[in-house]
């Protein structure tokens, strides 16, 4: 079953929010006879769109190609949340990869998120901002080590914006009995990634790159000259770079042992009276549970609750979205139960087996950044900086990232997802203990 169509159409947006929400760049044409250039880059999400417009504002000749639309995939799709840190808490880190290194990844996670600010600021205002995550522990046993990990945070990083909070404090954040006790994270925040997508993808061809969608590519060749072939073009290209997370398929073998996806699930009710609005999250933050499978949402800026649950492994989506999500959303609030949902939506994303991302030099001109596990909008963006860094001849902190280990799934490609799949459901069941 093919990825890229076996849950969308060709060419096409899902049924979203985001998409309902956002005005579309281009379309771009497909790549068409014999094209060259200096860099060419496969993906036209987060992590593509950065490296072009990072690249391009170099002076370097950059074509991008997506198979479908730019934003199509992870990218337009997420739950918003710009997360501080990496996707491993830095205590898991500093036994990685040491004390030093730890701190290396903490502040390019620090940055990652300016950087989204910054990309907001300048090139998508309308995105939006807003400050604030709030980690919600389900359960009681939780709460002190989530306590002892921002006073880790704030003692050992120096970093005050996160703090504590009660059950009583959490209840008046966020209007449910669901959780225990957690934190604040004022550094941190959400905003509309498609319309962040759609900002960077206009500032990259502003600044004279050329994107191609609709161009699905078929064959590449690697070496000291790269040949990318789609069905209707032949790229020839000095730097190659593998931007693709969850819709990679395996047409980079090596990747794709080590880049798995699976799908998550969000839907956005209509729009909410305001006083009813803030009666669930008061201050407009976003909130991620502990569950393993977690649970994330936040208010629209139209007052719709957004919220994203479930999960799901294999390349087809369940055929009622709207159920399956509504399930976890009424536990949380049951006060939404006859709330309609506007829209619901599925995407496919990228994990790894420690869920840190997967960079890679594949050979010296041919460089790959994905796997972002759920935690790509910052990274991911930030992820295409390094890539524009590597290729300019500054690679210390793409070689950083590469250095961080992402195994090969167990069984390869064939067997990775029934492994997983009883991986899952063995966190599941601990999530209800």
Not at 9 to 14: L, W
Not at 140 to 156: C, G, S, T
């Amino acid at each position: 079953m093919d990825l890229l169509t076996a849950n969308d159409r060709h060419g096409e947006y899902p049924q979203s929010w985001y998409a309902a929400t956002a005005d579309a760049p281009g379309p771009f044409p497909a790549a068409q006879g014999d094209v060259s250039c200096d860099v060419c880059v496969i993906g036209g999400g987060f992590t593509g769109l950065s490296a072009a417009l990072h690249l391009a504002e170099r002076g370097y000749d950059v074509v991008l190609l997506e198979a479908q639309r730019v934003g199509f995939g992870a990218s337009g799709r997420n739950g918003g949340q710009v997360g501080m840190g990496q996707r491993l808490d830095q205590d898991e880190l500093e036994k990685m990869v040491g004390k030093d290194d730890a701190r290396k990844l903490w502040d390019m996670a620090r940055e990652s998120v300016q950087m989204v600010r910054d990309m907001v600021a300048k090139h998508a205002p309308d995105a939006g901002f807003t400050d604030g995550i709030i980690h919600a522990m389900h359960r009681a046993r939780y709460v002190p080590e989530d306590h002892a990990y921002v006073r880790k945070l704030n003692e050992d990083y120096g970093y005050d914006l996160i703090r504590t909070v009660d059950r009583e404090e959490l209840r008046e954040l966020c209007g449910s009995p669901a959780y225990h006790g957690g934190s604040l994270d004022m550094g941190a925040g959400h905003t509309h990634p498609l319309r962040l997508a759609f900002g960077m993808a206009r500032a990259a061809v502003d600044a004279g790159a050329r994107i191609f969608e609709t161009s699905r590519v078929t064959q590449v060749k690697e070496g000291g000259t790269v040949t990318v072939q789609t069905d209707k073009a032949k790229i020839r290209a000095s730097h190659l770079v593998w931007a693709c997370n969850g819709y990679l398929g395996n047409t980079q073998g090596h990747v794709a042992a080590r880049v798995m996806p699976i799908n998550n699930y969000i839907l956005a009710t209509e729009p909410l009276d305001d006083g009813f609005a803030k009666s669930l999250i008061r201050d407009g933050h976003a909130v991620a549970d502990s569950k393993f499978v977690i649970n994330y949402f936040r208010l629209s800026d139209d007052n719709r609750m957004l919220f994203g649950g479930a999960e799901s492994y294999g390349y087809k989506f369940p055929k009622d979205i709207r159920k399956l999500v509504s399930k976890p959303m009424l536990e949380i609030y049951p006060q939404l139960k006859d709330t309609k949902i506007d829209y619901a939506w599925g995407g496919t994303l990228g994990i790894t087996m420690n869920r840190m991302p997967h960079f890679e030099r594949l050979q010296g001109n041919v460089l790959s950044a994905s796997g972002y596990s759920g935690h790509g909008v910052a990274m991911a963006t930030l992820g295409g900086q390094m890539v524009a860094e590597a290729i300019s001849g500054q690679a210390e902190r793409f070689d950083l990232m590469a250095q961080v280990p992402t195994h090969r799934f167990p069984g390869g490609v064939a067997l990775r997802w029934p492994l997983l799949v009883a991986a899952m459901l063995w966190f599941s069941l601990r999530d209800k203990l």
